[in-house]
């Protein structure tokens, strides 16, 4: 049987094979930040972080680990 694997987490994995730069799903920074994936997006929005679009979907995003990080450095 074939195990399930959670679509933006299979994006995730194929942008970071092929990127020089990582990237992390909103549900994965949120969690960092200790914020859930609504307030997340949110936080995104008032601080203009850089979102990677991913293709065919016009809602889904995945953010830079980097940027990120340098916000959890700050705080």
């Known amino acids: ?5 959670d679509w933006n987490q299979k994006v995730k994995k194929t942008f970071n ?3 020089n730069e990582a990237v992390l799903t ?4 949120g969690n ?3 914020l859930t994936k609504d307030q997340m997006k949110v936080y995104v929005e008032k601080n ?4 990677v679009p991913i293709m065919r ?4 995003y995945l953010l ?12």
């Open 1 to 5: 049987m074939q195990e399930f694997e």
């Open 17 to 19: 094979a092929t990127s």
């Open 26 to 29: 909103v549900t994965e920074a």
């Open 32 to 34: 960092y930040l200790g």
């Open 48 to 51: 203009k972080l850089n979102k």
């Open 57 to 60: 979907s016009t809602h889904r």
């Open 64 to 75: 830079l680990k980097s940027e990120i990080e340098q916000i959890m450095k700050k705080a």
